[in-house]
């Protein structure tokens, strides 16, 4: 079975700085796709970023960018610059292609409470 | 982006009533949905993977006749928390998935207390 972990249960970062959140996965799968989503207070849940794993190019998104290891499994989410507004916890998250049904199932890891200050 | 409307977005209920839950693709055909339950200061949990005009798989440990799952429509689908106890008191959330997509859009959220 798949898993997420996620090691930082909470980080703080100044503003205008840069923080990187940590997240490594398991899989015996080869065709995957891989989330950082944000939930801040609202409760909202945020695609920040994704990464299609036969891509070895990291992808960025602005501010955020990835680090994409595929050999250590690993995903961690670089924020640069960091913002008040970028204050939220982030959910890496893991979706399998299933076959031959097709079904999708995302799995999340156990989260990262980021706090920015001012 | 793709627009997932989820109503009510806070529900007290009495003990022993049912609550449903709407979850609405607004501008997209949701191909599957998937509910999700959420304890304070923790991750998502997957209850149940619903797809257009088949039953929902659940996942393990989650009673699927306590949370009734219907998804009737390409745009629907509705989560029943039958004979709500205290210890359903949580904060649910839906979400969706168009297509073949691997992107999920998910609503905002019900916050359900049960006293």
């Known amino acids: 079975a798949q898993t997420v972990t996620q090691s930082q249960p909470e980080m703080s970062v100044q503003e205008a700085e840069t923080v990187t959140l940590s997240c490594t996965y398991d899989t015996s799968e080869s065709n995957y796709y891989l989330f950082w989503y944000k939930q801040p207070p609202s409760r909202q849940m945020i695609l920040v970023i994704r990464q299609e794993a036969y891509k070895q190019q990291n992808a960025t998104e602005n501010r955020f960018s990835v680090n994409f290891q595929k050999a250590a499994k690993s995903f961690s989410l670089k924020i640069s610059d960091s913002q008040l507004g970028d204050t939220a916890m982030y959910f890496c998250a893991f979706m399998k292609h299933g076959s031959p049904s097709g079904t999708y199932k995302y799995i999340f890891g156990t989260g990262t409470r980021l706090k920015v200050l001012a | 982006g793709a627009v997932v409307s989820q109503h009510p977005s806070r529900v007290i209920c009495k003990s022993g009533t049912s609550v449903k839950i709407e979850c609405r693709s607004l501008?997209?055909?949701?191909?599957?949905m998937f509910w999700y339950r959420q304890f304070p200061k923790q991750s998502l949990m997957l209850m149940a993977t619903?797809?257009?005009?088949?039953?929902?798989?659940?996942e393990q440990g989650v009673e699927k006749d306590k949370f009734l799952i219907n998804h009737a429509s390409l745009t629907l689908s509705t989560l029943t928390v039958t004979s709500a106890h205290p210890e359903d008191s949580s904060f649910y959330i839906c979400s969706a998935r168009s297509g073949r997509g691997e992107k999920l859009f998910f609503g905002s959220g019900t916050q359900l207390s049960v006293l």
């Open positions: 501008d997209f055909q949701a191909t599957t």
């Open positions: 619903s797809n257009e005009g088949s039953k929902a798989t659940y």
